[in-house]
Nanobody
Framework: EVQLVESGGGLVQTGGSLRLSCSLSGVTFDEYAVGWFRQVPGKEREGLGCIKSPDSHRYIKDSWKDRFTVSSDDAKKTIYLQMNNLKPEDTADYFC??????????????????WGKGTLVTVSS
């Protein structure tokens, strides 16, 4: 059974940083992508970025390229989202998701089959 567990969320002041973790288990695909998403209650889910295994191709949407990075520790089966210079508008539930994937990854939520339950990030002004 594929499972994803996010961690690392919390309360941070404007300008601060957080590193979110996504721990994977049960993934047996020969190629897969892990995407990061966020959602504010009442709004649509946003795709932030993604990373591929085994080629480590990574992608971050232009809106966040200057502040967010995606990385992985294959040995730990953990994917990270490093977020810097956080702003109040970054307050949201953050999710990771995975699916079998061939070619460059994209954070398109409808193409991901397995999801974590999310971790809440709150940025105070």
């Amino acid at each position: 059974e594929v499972q994803l567990v996010e961690s690392g969320g919390g309360l941070v002041q404007t300008g601060g940083s957080l590193r979110l973790s996504c721990s994977l288990s049960g993934v047996t695909f020969d190629e897969y992508a892990v995407g990061w998403f966020r959602q504010v209650p009442g709004k649509e889910r946003e795709g932030l970025g993604c990373i591929k295994s085994p080629d480590s191709h990574r992608y971050i949407k232009d809106s966040w390229k200057d502040r967010f990075t995606v990385s992985s520790d294959d040995a730990k089966k953990t994917i990270y989202l490093q977020m810097n210079n956080l702003k109040p508008e970054d307050t949201a539930d953050y999710f990771c998701a995975t699916s079998w994937w061939s070619g460059p990854c994209l954070p398109l939520d409808h193409q991901y089959d397995y999801w974590g339950k999310g971790t809440l990030v709150t940025v105070s002004s």
